[in-house]
């Protein structure tokens, strides 16, 4: 069982459509990361946030927009996507920024 | 040349063998290497984090060779439930949080 949580699981949605992923974490981690992984290949970067502050974003497009409301909360607006987008967008939290990731189990999006 | 380079494999090999898997990296400023473990259709798993001295974990070794820009992963007496694809992961640079994922090394554990 993961300690980070993500819903919804899977997601299927429409390229006008707007929705939001989640993601939770109870450990006290002070980093939050969202990725995105298309079939066999690995986990890309999207966003890292530290202390609840936008760290890093991996030049993704505006259509994805993260929000971070607090120490134990992270989520992702989606709005516009596009078929390319249909991936599994993963969560991950570490202690501090150079440890260790924990990731959640993902939410599967499919964008039609 | 790729940031984290791995042999993608498949790795086919009988119970109880034992396998190793490389991994180099581009960025000698790195600090930080694990190696993670992902089944198919799920997320990645930490197996184990990297150092110089080198870390045991029951029938799993690391070594990291900061020279060489090499990491390792041996496994001994391979299980089939080992069979997954594992993940050499390094952080871009130091304390930034930014993971660079290897392609991974598929392994396949057979009766």
Known sequence: DTEVTQTPKHLVMGMTNKKSLKCEQHMGHRAMYWYKQKAKKPPE??????YEKLSINESVPSRFSPECPNSSLLNLHLHALQPEDSALYLCASSQEMNQPQHFGDGTRLSIL | RKEVEQDPGPFNVPEGATVAFNCTYSNSASQSFFWYRQDCRKEPKLLMSVYSSGNEDGRFTAQLNRASQYISLL??????????????VVESSSNTGKLIFGQGTTLQVKP
């Open chain 1, 45 to 50: 970067l999207m966003f890292v946030y530290s």
């Open chain 2, 75 to 88: 496994i001994r007496d391979s299980k089939l439930s080992d069979s997954a694809t594992y993940l050499c």
